[in-house]
């Protein structure tokens, strides 16, 4: 088990929590757990309640929209990334699946425990909502992506915002 010290170095180093003041780092790392997942293992399973927020370490997972036909990599997530930011939601059920992609290292909060310290301090909670609203941003712009090119539409990006334009390359 790694001790609290590691745990607040490895969120001061994790590119979402980096920068955070160090009593917000030292409250983050007493609500997290490290947690391991082996290769393949699902996470998340869609249409379930997210309870965990997960800050990936090591290794890498799929964020995957899955239906009993077929599975669609909507987009990796590695080192430094995040994912299950609807655990910070009351009552919010999960669209995609989470799996892990090869033996993979995360430190898990629960969501619960995280909206709480949110709410009990303020600063923390607009710095971990700003952060989570720029996951959930990026997992739209992930997702609106993987559907164009689906649709043969490719992305083109355009400064900070992107556009769609068709793909006539084929």
């Not at 609500?31 to 997942?37: C, D, G, I, K, R």
Request: proline share 2%; hydrophobic share 40%.
């Amino acid at each position: 088990m790694v001790g609290q010290l590691t745990q607040e170095d490895t969120l001061r180093n994790h590119a979402f929590t980096r920068g955070l003041a160090d009593r917000h780092v030292a409250k983050l790392a007493s609500l997290a757990a490290e947690v391991t997942f082996e290769e393949n293992e699902v996470i998340l399973m869609d249409r379930q309640q997210s309870q965990y927020f997960y800050l990936v370490t090591s290794g890498s997972v799929n964020v995957e929209l899955h239906t009993p036909i077929f599975t669609v990599s909507v987009l990796a997530v590695g080192p430094g990334q995040a994912f299950g930011w609807s655990a910070v939601l009351d009552h919010q059920d999960t669209v995609f699946q989470v799996r892990a992609r090869e033996r993979t290292a995360a430190l898990r909060i629960a969501g619960p425990d995280l909206t709480q310290a949110c709410r009990d301090d303020g600063e923390l909670g607009v710095e971990i909502l700003l952060r989570t609203l720029q996951l959930a941003a990026g997992r739209i712009q992930a997702t609106e992506a993987r559907f164009a090119e689906m649709c043969g539409v490719r992305i083109k990006a355009s400064g900070k915002s992107s556009r769609a334009v068709p793909d006539n390359s084929a």
